[in-house]
């Protein structure tokens, strides 16, 4: 009788051996994706932060520079409309850039090993 019970004590140890591997693997990228989500996360606050206050720099300048150009073209109407096509090549170029940018900013982040860091730093 001894040996009937002996493949199902192995299974059975076996079927928690693997239970408790899987519940680790579980944890274990549960932690490392929330690790990376922080990241993300906090990377994310900081651009918008510089995003925000560049933004109203940007904003101030853009402002004088309409108003001085007005000036000098002795029509405050023509200066800012002026300053206005100064940001239309602006724009398009950067609509080009950030695009591609954020995808390779995000894929680093996410795919990002601190195993590797340690190694190459």
Known sequence: MPEENEPEQLIQQLYEQINTHLETRWAYFSIVG????????ARLAGL????????LVLFFFSLGFAWWLG??????????ALAG???????YGVFRWIGPF?????TDTILDDPENKEENG
């Open 34 to 41: 929330t690790e990376k989500f922080s990241v993300l996360a």
């Open 48 to 55: 918008l932060t510089l995003a925000v206050f560049g933004l």
């Open 71 to 80: 000036d000098c073209i002795d029509h405050r109407a023509g200066g800012f």
């Open 85 to 91: 096509l100064v940001f239309v090549p602006i724009a």
């Open 102 to 106: 954020v995808q390779e900013q995000v």
